[in-house]
């Protein structure tokens, strides 16, 4: 596994993440309507905005913690066992921390 391709994907997704992060914020600042039914439908958009927001966060904080175990040599190794998390595993899931059997 070349640990430059992933941190350099991590990193890449990280950026993306911060990018659209910056704009959900942007739009939950927006001054609300004063048309009361205008506000009800801005008010369900921002709900799904903010539940978008907080999923990405969670990624952005799974990207951090996985560039962290590049840097300190564990990237690759199951945060619960110890054993060897396969490549076809972290070329899907490149934050994972688990193995597949872990990961349950």
């Known amino acids: 596994m070349d640990l430059d391709t992933q941190k350099n994907l ?3 997704r990280r950026d ?3 990018g659209h992060l910056m704009g959900v914020e ?16 801005e008010r ?4 799904v905005l903010e539940s978008l927001g907080l999923a990405e966060l969670n ?3 799974r990207i951090d913690a996985a560039l962290a ?3 300190t040599g564990d990237y690759g190794d199951c945060q619960k066992c110890g054993n060897p998390i396969s490549e076809a595993r972290l070329d899907l899931l490149p934050d994972t921390p688990f193995c597949k059997d872990c990961a349950v």
């Open 26 to 41: 942007r739009a939950l600042d927006e001054t609300p309507s004063k048309d009361w039914e205008d506000r009800s439908s």
């Open 69 to 71: 175990r590049i840097e």
């Open 59 to 61: 990624e952005v904080k």
């Open 10 to 12: 991590l990193t890449k």
């Open 16 to 18: 993306e993440l911060a």
């Open 44 to 47: 369900q958009g921002d709900e």
